[in-house]
């Protein structure tokens, strides 16, 4: 069975999806940490985030693979666990610019792809629904005001450890949604067969419950 999940930054997607994955003993493909493993990686070489020959290189020479530790998904970037440092800012900075080549999502989704081959996944990211798992058998679309989502990144980062200024991450994510949903491939948007849920009101615990209900059919 597939699971996809899309929905702009702040939506609440990854907790969601990572709560909904543990409760039907799936698999969990956090997409946006495989496009931010990608970006980091990048960035430590000191490669053109414009060069779109050059990113395509690096995207398919790069090993990126999810591992479990006793329930703890970390994400391995050519042997080594970049969890935490995908996280930082200048990786948030610059993600969107990697991830709007073509050349690099056409790679991205066809390793996402493989790994849903594999087993029954609840996945993910922006364009799961569209691109990479068009035949799932539920396409949720999480959504919520831009308030809310800023107010969601800034304690999501202050959790992590970095310290953020509010106007700031509002301004970044009025422009990671454009370049994100602006995209000639792979660009964010709700499909007919999404269903929508705005998450602005609700608890974590309602958008999974409300979750569920869809998929048990009630
Ligand atoms: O979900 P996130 O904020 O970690 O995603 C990071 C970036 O990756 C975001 O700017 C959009 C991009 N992304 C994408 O283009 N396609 C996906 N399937 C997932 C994420």
Known sequence: MKIAIDGPAGAGKST??????RELNFTYIDTGA???ALTLKALQQGIDLYDSNLL???AEATDIHFQNHSGDQRIISDGVDVTDLIRAPQVGEAVSTVSSHPAVRAVMVKLQQ???GKCSVVMDGRDIGEY???DADYKF????GLEERAQRRVREMELLGYKSDPSAVR???IKRDQIDSQRPVGALRVLPDHIVIDTSNMTEDEVLHAIMMKIQGA
């Open 132 to 134: 990479v798992l068009p």
């Open 171 to 173: 301004e970044e994510m």
């Open 34 to 36: 495989m496009y931010r």
């Open 16 to 21: 969601v999806a990572r709560r909904l994955a």
């Open 141 to 144: 679309f999480l959504t919520a």
């Open 114 to 116: 493989a790994m849903a």
């Open 56 to 58: 395509q290189q690096l």
